[in-house]
């Protein structure tokens, strides 16, 4: 559940609209999700991620226990740097992803909401002899995400002390500041889409949520914020990324940083090398862009096959914006995991429930 949740109920004539986010009650929407969007693109947006998993690691072996599980070098989260990691099958098929935190004497792994309690289970699993200590904290800690071109702005209103400090540094994805007592900021590492967040425990959440307010950042609510994630076609856990089914590489987790091909072995590296040095793999994340019907409602959920116009299959869509399609003769966007040669033979013209779709190659690809 949102951490934020008691306090965004409280104030009178500010209506929440609530959803649940993979089983978790979240605002959907504040205004007009639109508004909401159109805030995020131009000003800052600040959104609740409160809802999300975090498990901490400690004990003596904790960095040595996780350098050979993860796809990322653990070594380089520190106390001025975060990373983003995967854990795989043995065959290099995803399992899960997190983002892993330094804090004082301990590594926090924030995760997706519904994912947490199996990551914890597997982990505890992996642990056998070694002295680590696990900790679900998902109901003590949470994330806030800011993000837009006025969020540097907004964060040195908030937080005086940070100017000057490279905040804005277009090279400083990872980069990590001790704001507050308990109270850590980042600029997510995946990719500058992505925003900032903030982590706080439970209790000082709703002062930071109140404080980049009065600095000028905009609430909005997780359909703004999966709209701009799926226009940036930025992939997420459970949903590019399919446990048990997805290879890494195919979602762009070499682009999102958080493969490392010259660290130690870990589980499911030999797949993962292969498939990069030998240029084996066959799917890829591409945005879509899908008609609306005539109503400018109904349009393929995630889990459609993407099939080209002879019926062919060439793949599925894993996510859609659920913003309000603007008309017939409209397009609203989506993300699908596609066989590349498929797309390259069709000009990206496909079908999905007998719906158009044009598959885009991400800006951020770095494959051909």
């Known amino acids: 559940m949102s951490l934020l949740e008691s306090h965004l109920r409280v104030p009178a004539g500010t209506p929440v609209y609530w959803m649940e986010d993979r089983g978790q009650p979240t605002p959907a929407r504040f205004t007009v999700e639109e508004q909401e969007y159109q805030s995020l693109q131009q000003q800052a947006a600040v959104i609740d991620l409160t809802h999300g998993g975090v498990i901490a690691l400690a004990g003596p072996d904790r960095v040595s226990f996780l350098s050979g599980l993860i796809t990322n070098q653990i070594r380089r989260a520190d106390e001025e740097h975060v990373i983003h990691a995967a854990l795989l099958t043995p065959q290099g098929r995803y399992l899960w992803d997190f983002t892993i935190v330094q804090q004082q004497q301990q590594l926090l792994l924030l995760t997706e909401p519904d994912r947490v309690d199996g990551l914890y289970q597997q982990l505890q699993r992996y642990v056998l002899r070694s ?38 540094d277009e090279s400083g ?38 404080g980049l307010l009065d600095a000028g950042a905009v609430k909005a609510g997780l359909l703004a914020w ?18 048990g089914l997805s290879l890494p590489l195919e979602s762009g987790m070499l682009e999102m940083q958080g493969v490392d091909f010259t660290k130690g072995c870990y589980v499911g590296q030999e797949t993962t090398s292969r498939s990069h040095y030998r240029a084996t793999l066959k799917k890829r994340l591409y945005r879509i862009e899908l008609a609306c019907d005539a109503h400018g409602k109904d349009v393929p959920e995630a889990g459609t096959a993407v099939t080209m116009a002879n019926g062919h299959e060439v793949g599925i869509i894993t996510s859609v914006s659920r913003l309000s399609c603007p008309g017939p003769g409209a397009t609203t966007a989506g993300l699908a995991i596609l066989r590349s040669q498929d797309v390259q033979e069709s000009g990206g013209a496909l079908l999905a429930a007998s719906v158009a779709l044009t598959a885009h190659k991400p800006a951020w690809a770095s494959w051909s």
């Open 131 to 168: 002295k680590v200590k696990l900790t679900n904290m998902s109901h003590q800690m949470g994330l806030l995400a800011l993000v837009g071109p006025q969020a540097v702005a907004a964060l040195t209103e908030l937080f005086p002390l940070l100017a000057g400090h490279g905040l804005g």
């Open 173 to 210: 994805l990872g980069r990590m500041w001790a704001v507050a007592e308990e109270v850590l900021l980042w600029r997510d590492p995946r990719h500058a889409g992505f925003g900032w967040r903030l982590l706080a425990p439970a209790q000082q959440l709703p002062r930071l949520w109140q």
């Open 226 to 243: 999966e709209h701009h994630r799926i226009t940036q076609a930025l992939p997420r856990g459970g949903s590019e990324l399919i446990p």
